[in-house]
């Protein structure tokens, strides 16, 4: 397989997102678009030469939207492979790109967001200790940021404080999210109309800078969703799965 570094030129060409194959679907538009604005940051989008999910994207982790500090490292948002792309090296192979540019461009390291057990939209935890990386830091209810050092000593990446322990004032369902995850542009308004429907508080918040994301209240600022000021999940819902959290507060 050969690797494609996607760039501002080559952006609308190139596919990108997921498994998601036309390029005038709401989801494809606000991934690129993302894309677009990012790469004055120093983001990285390397992917596999095929139609499907394969790839790698990774930017400064001063100017990354997350809530960390991990200055001189170089921040993973998402190392992806699925399908008939699986076992076959190619998270090696992404990873080794990584690895090679963040070296070449001076970086003291790797960062990435993964949990206590294997989650979904958060790195596999097995896979990155497999591959040497460490836990630099936690958070609740089970978030850890784990980090691959270049070099021996100096000041160890971690997550800023506010996340430590997720938690909000603000009462009924409140959801962060962003256009980093082309998903969120099709499944937030779905539940947003879902909770009109049913009369239920509801309010979404749109995380629309660096600055705003890594001020956030939660670890992972594509999308998390709180309730009565307790975090609730990190994972993009469908229907089905934000209606059985409404039964589960026994709101229907």
């Not at 998270?91 to 070296?103: G, Q």
């Not at 970086?107 to 460490?134: E, N, R, T």
Request: hydrophobic share 40%; charged share 25%; glycine share 6%.
């Amino acid at each position: 397989m050969n690797i494609i570094t996607v760039t501002a030129e080559n952006l609308e060409q190139e596919h990108i997102c997921c498994a998601i194959s036309n390029n005038k679907d709401c989801q494809v538009i606000s991934k690129k678009a993302w894309l677009a604005e990012r790469f004055a940051d120093g983001l990285v989008f390397k992917k596999g030469d095929v139609r499907g999910k394969c790839f790698i994207e990774y930017l400064p982790a001063e100017n990354a939207w997350a809530p960390i500090d991990a200055p001189g490292f170089m921040y993973i948002d998402c190392l992806w492979v699925s399908g008939q792309y699986k076992g076959h090296g190619n998270s090696n192979l992404l990873l080794e790109e990584c690895i090679h540019d963040s070296k070449e461009k001076g970086k003291k390291g790797l960062v990435i967001l993964s949990s206590k057990k294997k989650m979904p939209f958060l790195a596999d935890p097995k896979y990155l200790q497999y591959k040497g990386f460490l836990v630099a830091d936690s958070a609740e209810p089970y978030y850890e940021l784990y980090y691959l050092p270049f070099v021996d000593g100096g000041k160890m990446p971690k997550f800023k404080d506010q996340v430590k322990a997720p938690h909000i004032a603000e009462q009924g369902f409140i959801l962060y999210y962003t256009h980093q995850c082309p998903f969120t542009a099709k499944y937030v308004p779905l539940i947003e109309e879902m909770a009109r429907e049913r009369g239920i508080a509801f309010h979404s918040v749109r995380i629309d800078s660096r600055e705003k994301a890594q001020n956030a209240p939660a670890p992972v600022t594509t999308y998390s969703l709180f309730y009565n000021g307790e975090f609730i999940t990190h994972e993009i819902l469908s229907d089905k799965k934000f209606l059985k959290i409404l039964k589960n507060k026994a709101l229907l």
